[in-house]
Every structure is written in C-alpha cells, then in structure tokens.
C-alpha cells in the first residue's frame, strides 16, 4: 500500500475515533443537561409538571371551568398514576393514560364546578404514583361570583321566647347584571313565615318566626328565582326557642311504633301551675293529651292509639301539643310529636312472599 494512502486512512480513523470519544459525550450531556434544565422540579418528583397551581381568576357561580396540567416522566423506567385524589366533589378528574414510559408527557385535566361556593376558593388535587409514599399536590384557585348572594347567608334569631313572633329580612345582592325576580318561596314548616317585600334588581325577603315549637330548631327557607343560573337558593334558619319555665324535655319522642300499640310519653313543666292553664290540645287526631298536677307544676301525658290505624308500610307522626297559658309573657307553649308508624305485618308478608317464590 502505498504511503500517502495509508496515511490517509490513519487520519480518518482518528478523526473517527476523535468523534466517538469527544463529540458524542459532549452531545450527551449536554441533552441530559437542557432536558434537566427544562424540567427543573425537586428530585423526589417522578412526574414534572409545568405547574403546580391554576388560579382561573373570577368565575361564574354554577359555570365549570377546565384546567390543564403537562407533565412528563422524568425518570428512567415506567411510571404508574394508580389514584387521584381531590379534597370536593366540585372537581372531576380526567387523565390522558395512566402509564407513561420514560419521556413520555402526559395531560391531566381538572373541571372546577363552582356551585356551593362564594368568593375565595383552593381546592387541591393528589396524583398518588405506584411505589412512591408521597403524593404530588395540584392547587386550583378561583374568586366565584355568585351571582346572586343573600344577605346575611344565613338567619339566627338566636334565643326567642316561645310565643313571641320575631322577624327579619334579608336581601339578594345582584352581581348577575341581569333583571331577577323571585319566582316563588318555600319552607316545610307552618311556623316559618316568609314573604316579598321588594322584588326589583336586588330583592328583599321578610322571615318571620310565629308560634315555634320550644328547642334548637334548624331548618331552611327555600328561594326560587328567575335566574337561571342560580334558579335555587337555600338559606338555613336557626332559633332556640325558650320556654319560661322548666321542661323535662322539649318535644313527645315516640320514636318507632307498631300498628296495634296503645303507647304514653310525658313531659314536665315545672313551675307552672294548673291554675294558670287555660287549656290543652293536641292537633293529631289518634292522640290525646292528659294533665295531671305534680307538688312543682304539671306533666302532660300523650297517647297514641294505632288499634285502629290502617298504615300499608310506614308513616311518620306529625303535629304538635299546644298549652294555652294565663301567664301574658307566655302565653302558648308548642311542643312537638315525634315518631314513625310502622306496619310489621306487612313486612313479614313481604319477606315471606319472597321466601316462597324462591321455592
């Protein structure tokens, strides 16, 4: 072989050789470098995120919104997302897969529904990856406007007098921009009394409490309006109802009775006498009130007859003891009856229709 050609074959392989040995490296890392700087998150999280919060600014009660979170694998074998957690049933979860090679990115989408919310919201999501302890925490933020917001939230009438009708109003702040009326109101209690007063661009309510039954009552006002994205508000009411003297309890609890039963409950009043009761009345025909006098007041005796009671399965008691006083800071006290009749025969007829078709 001649010389100059062999020489020529000698500077091409160094050159090759040359390559592999600097070149290549350099090109390696130098990779491993821009990819580490691109995705540059805290050692302990297998899945990079391009974020970690998304606060989607002010939003519309009852209106969802969608989020997006990309993330890559960066390690170096397979990963496994096996379960995401969320702190409310607001927020509903949809991911892209749920196994990701090496490299491989990946999207994780979050749908924010703001109803039941007002004002400043953070909700947080956990994606939880198979073989690691802990979790990587996702952050939602929002401000919800909700379009229309009663004033005040909720009514306390705190500690009332039994007998003593009480009252107040509340008003539905408008932030819609839109002309709203109420359509209609609800409450499930004859003693709740509630009413429009004003129904313009920001209606006002009268709530009104007339002859409670004595005890912590909790219960709801129900607001229909021509809204419709906020059709439907419910606004809790509370109240403890006092009595001026002394009870042994506040209400007639029956509990569970069977169709058949002749069944009592009593309830003292210390400290009224006999002499100041003008009367005594229940309003649920199968029961009828007793009052014996006791050294210290009365006591006021309920019985139930279901002997002649027709019930198919089951039907709740309602209605309520009402005593009529001379005393004119406390002239009626209500006290309710509470109980759930129940039909055993026609549960056992069920039962044994079942048994006998399986047969």
């Known amino acids: 072989m001649p010389f100059q050609e062999a020489k020529g074959m000698r500077g091409i392989a160094f050159k090759a050789l040359w390559v592999i040995f ?3 490296p350099f090109i390696i890392v130098f990779y491993r470098f821009n990819t580490s700087y691109r995705y540059k998150l805290p050692q302990n999280a297998p899945l990079r995120f391009d974020k970690t919060l998304h606060d989607f ?4 009660w009852g209106t969802s919104v969608d989020a997006n979170f990309y993330f890559v694998n960066a390690t170096h074998r397979e990963l496994t997302i096996e379960h995401i957690t969320n702190s409310c049933g607001c927020t ?3 991911l892209s897969a749920s196994r990701f090679r ?3 990115q990946g999207v994780l989408t979050l749908r924010f529904l703001p109803t039941g919310f007002i004002g400043q919201v953070t909700q947080t999501v956990q994606v939880w990856i198979k073989g690691y302890k802990s979790p990587i925490t996702l952050y939602l933020k929002a401000n919800v406007n909700p379009l229309l917001q009663p004033i005040p939230e909720k009514i306390n009438f705190g500690q009332v007098p039994s007998c003593q009708p009480v009252a107040t109003t509340l008003v539905l702040r408008n932030t819609s921009g839109k002309q709203v009326r109420v359509t209609r109101l609800e409450t499930f209690k004859e003693y709740i009394k509630a009413s429009v007063l004003k129904d313009e661009d920001e209606p006002t309510i009268r709530i009104e409490l007339v002859n409670p039954p004595v005890g912590k009552l909790y219960d709801r006002l129900y607001i229909y309006t021509s809204l419709p994205e906020r ?4 606004v809790p009411i509370q109240a403890n109802v006092v009595c001026k003297w002394d009870l042994s309890n506040t209400e007639f609890f029956f509990g569970f009775v069977n169709l058949g039963d002749q069944i009592s409950r009593k309830v003292r009043v210390n400290g009224l006498s006999l002499t100041a009761v003008k009367r005594v009345w229940t309003t649920i025909p199968i029961a009828t009130v007793d009052v014996v006098l006791l050294p210290n007041g009365i ?3 309920v019985n139930l007859d279901l002997t002649k009671v027709k019930v198919e399965t ?3 008691i309602k209605g309520d003891v009402f005593i009529e006083t001379k005393d004119q800071k406390q002239p009626l006290i209500r006290l309710p ?3 759930v009749i129940q039909n055993p025969n026609h549960i056992g007829g069920c039962c044994q229709g079942q048994h006998e078709d399986k047969n």
């Open 22 to 24: 600097f070149v290549i």
């Open 57 to 60: 600014g002010e939003v519309k």
């Open 92 to 94: 509903v979860v949809s």
């Open 102 to 104: 090496p490299g491989e």
């Open 231 to 234: 059709s439907q508000i419910d």
């Open 299 to 301: 006591e006021l005796v």
């Open 314 to 316: 089951s039907e709740e």
């Open 337 to 339: 009856i509470v109980g």
